[in-house]
């Protein structure tokens, strides 16, 4: 910023948020019951789903939820667990696919004193990674530049999801 002159960096998208309505209950069963585009879901397997999140780390920062509602991830049944990790090997595929991310972070908080944002319903986050994504914005001006429109994002990544099957799924 030159001195004397405030630099604007301008994110009108976030108005409607801003704007909006809050709504109660959980995001996850809510997407659900709910337009899948509207909610930036993906995918549907048989113990859960795919999602983007709205608000992201980096350009295609998806969740993976189960669609039972808890918590806790050794309530998951042997079968949503494993329903649960190929989803997000299947996730993993399409993601280097759709922009051949240089890594990955994966994980999942569990617990708000772990950093959950939605604790009562157990989500993992994948954020794609590049060498070099991380600049001085973050640093200096607590803001994060995601270089594509989660529209776009969706539209490209919702075909990949669909096309062919990953280990027999």
Not at 3 to 26: F, H, N, T
Not at 57 to 68: D, E, K, S
């Amino acid at each position: 910023m030159a001195e004397g002159k405030m630099d604007v960096l301008w994110a009108p998208w976030r108005m409607e948020y801003i704007l909006s309505e809050k709504e109660d209950g959980c995001i996850f069963c809510k997407s659900l019951e709910a337009d899948e585009r509207q909610r930036l879901v993906l995918y549907k397997s048989e113990h859960c789903f795919v999602m983007m999140n709205r608000y992201p780390y980096n350009n295609g920062h998806l969740m993976i939820a189960p669609y039972r509602h808890t918590g806790l991830l050794e309530d998951l049944t042997l079968e949503e667990a494993q329903d649960l990790m190929l989803t997000l090997q299947k996730a993993l595929v399409v993601l280097k696919e759709a922009f051949r991310p240089d890594g990955f972070n994966i994980g999942v908080n569990i617990g708000k004193v772990a950093g959950a944002g939605v604790a009562d319903h157990l989500h993992f986050h994948i954020v794609p990674r590049w060498e070099g994504d991380t600049n001085y914005m973050p640093v200096i001006s607590s803001t994060r530049v995601i270089p594509e429109h989660l529209e776009r994002t969706y539209e490209r990544l919702l075909p990949l999801f669909h096309q062919g099957d990953l280990k027999g799924r």
